[in-house]
């Protein structure tokens, strides 16, 4: 895709001027007392929470893209409801005019010395760092993968701001034979995902009269269909519904488009498999990004070791992180990052305060499960995998009361309000509604 293109025309559009350090001797020389990896939804979301309390120029943000783009709306680009540009807006407007946008890559961590080292040589220091990088697609793990985006219209991933704009015409076109979606053998971020283009595709072709003599597939490396046992019990319900077949422990390993084989291994047994497709979506390994996989930061999974209640690295007591790349062990979703958010609030701020951290993360996370359009099971639920739901109604059912807050509220609650620093999740509304009773 030509994001340079796009990029150009959106910043031109809106007149907004990137901001960006010109030398490499300023920067060499620059620390900020908060300095915030990555400008995505907790990157946004932190830095514009702490720039106006810290004052113009103590905040710094890295951040590569001049696009940011509202991930959770590609299921609904790759079903046909939405287009990407609405996904898409010019990172100078969602970052803070207080802060210093450093328009670069981290490629090293000096935590010892309080310092990060970035892709263009600079070194930054800081007091406070929040490492917000999120997740890194790993399509090249995936034999054949990248080829086959590139050269068969019939290959589509809702993943990449790249590819998901093939995934609705290729849903259009399908003529019938074998559909596939696929889950992969990592850590992803937005779980239900890979099965929300599954539903919306196969209401796609009933009612392009395409459903008869259609095979629907699930590939999943998963041996369930969904981590919170309320909503996978109803998502399997409609699964049986809707003549879907599941193959649980199926892990994608290689696709063909010359002879339109994906090829599968099953987890347990390590036996291969080779399905024909007709169509295929699917749902890259994911990892921390590089640069954060081989610093001492984190894990032995490889993602930012932080204590899963204050969200502070265990070992480095000013560094947090918040996020998909961090090792909270909630599901990866913006919903989660809002939960993140207040707690980071709290925790950083005693800090600078000279107090000690307190405020406690109970792992609240969020997935509108989309199964049609109009139709949305809005899981929400913590650590224990314990349905933690705003509503006082049964939101393990579809509703099309789901569906509305997904397409058209959320989308606002986003750019305004979480990427302001503004929402910090549900649980004042949460308790409101259920009358004070409950977390
Ligand atoms: C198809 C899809 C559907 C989804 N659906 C939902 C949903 O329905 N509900 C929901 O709540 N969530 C959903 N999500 C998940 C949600 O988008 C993410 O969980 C959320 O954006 C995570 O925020 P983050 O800040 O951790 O990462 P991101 O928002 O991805 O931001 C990470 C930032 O770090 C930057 N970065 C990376 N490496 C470096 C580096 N070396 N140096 C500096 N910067 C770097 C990146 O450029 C990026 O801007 C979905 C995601 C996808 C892809």
Redesign the pocket.
Known sequence: MATNNFSRLLLSNRGICVRKFSTTVELAQKKYELLV???????CSISNKFASKLGRGNVGV????EI?YY??M??LVGGGVKKLKHTAMPMASVLPDKADWIK????KFDPQNNQVTTSDGDTISYNYLVV?????LNYGNIKGLLDALKTDDRVCS??SANY?KKTYPALSNFQGGTAIFTFPNTPI??A??PQKIMYLAEEIFRKNGKRDGTKVIFNTSLGVIFGVKKYADRLLEIIKQRNIEVNYKTNLIEIIPETSEAVFQNLDTNETKSYKYDFIHVTPPMSA?D??RESSLVNEAGFLDVNKGTLQHTKYRNIFG????TSAPTS??????AGQSGILRKNLQALLDGKEVYAQYDGYT???LITGRGKCILAEFDYDAQPLETFPIDQGKERWTMYHM?KDVMPPLYWRILLSGFWEGPRFYRKLMHFGRGK
Not at 62 to 65: A, C, R, S
Not at 104 to 107: A, K, N
Not at 132 to 136: N, T, Y
Not at 322 to 325: E, F, L, M, R, S
């Open positions: 990896i990555g400008g995505g939804t907790g990157g890295i951040e590569p893209n940011h991930q959770p590609w299921t670069s890559r981290v490629s917000a990088m999120g997740m890194q809702n993943y998901v971020k937005c239900g995902a990004p640069a954060l918040i996020g998909d790349c990866k979703t913006a919903a989660a990052v969020s997935c509108p997904k």
